[in-house]
């Protein structure tokens, strides 16, 4: 279940707290459309924006979402639990899976589950998708926040490059002028 929780995170840029505060009301299921929708007043976003967080639901984060709600437990209103009772901190759970990947562990030196947000919004923009879009998909209200996210890698600058490259190919093609005709007489 943990593991879950944390490659959710990785996927959508979910804040920890929401989603170990996520509870079985959050799920909305219409006509095999599933969603999650936390209240304006129930996320840090929100809270300024007075709106809520809302993601459908697809692939990897949906079969994620359909394996909790398939465990969960009558008399537990968490999403995300651990035998009925909501999700600790989940600290020692990431310490001992960075020792195991011998991944640095701690703010400062290494990872923490926080850096899970970053690669969701660096991922995001890699694909491409809308700033504005994207936004609406980890839950951030302000967008110079959600630009500090977004974690410049190698391969996305490369693949800007050879799209810069193909679009001024394309321009100099476009004014290349043909060769003037030879005069009446001339070869």
């Known amino acids: 279940m943990k593991a879950d929780v944390f490659r959710l995170a990785y996927l959508l840029g979910i804040r920890k707290g929401q989603l170990r505060r996520t ?5 909305l299921i219409n006509a095999g459309t599933w969603k999650l929708r936390w209240p304006g007043e129930e996320t840090k976003g929100g809270k300024k924006t007075g709106q809520p967080h809302e993601i459908v639901l697809l692939d990897e984060a949906l079969a994620i979402v359909q394996r909790a709600w398939a465990n969960r437990l009558p008399d537990c209103e968490y999403l995300f639990h651990v035998g ?35 690669s969701a919004v660096t991922n995001l923009v890699a694909a491409s998708v809308p700033e504005v879009v994207a936004m609406t998909i980890s839950g951030h209200a302000d967008a110079n926040v959600f630009r500090r996210y977004n974690v ?28 003037p005709l030879p005069r009446v007489g001339e070869k």
């Not at 509870?23 to 799920?27: A, E, I, L, S, Y």
């Not at 909501?86 to 290494?110: N, Q």
């Not at 190698?154 to 050879?162: F, H, S």
């Open 23 to 27: 509870c079985k009301r959050h799920v």
């Open 84 to 118: 009925g009772k909501p999700l600790g901190p989940m600290l020692s759970e990431l310490r001992r899976t960075c020792t195991a990947l011998g991944i640095p562990y701690g703010r400062g030196k290494g990872i923490v589950f926080h850096d899970t947000r970053h």
């Open 152 to 179: 410049h890698r190698d391969e996305v600058q490369a693949d800007a490059l050879a799209k810069q490259t193909a679009y001024l190919a394309q321009q100099h093609d476009a004014t290349r002028r043909p060769a």
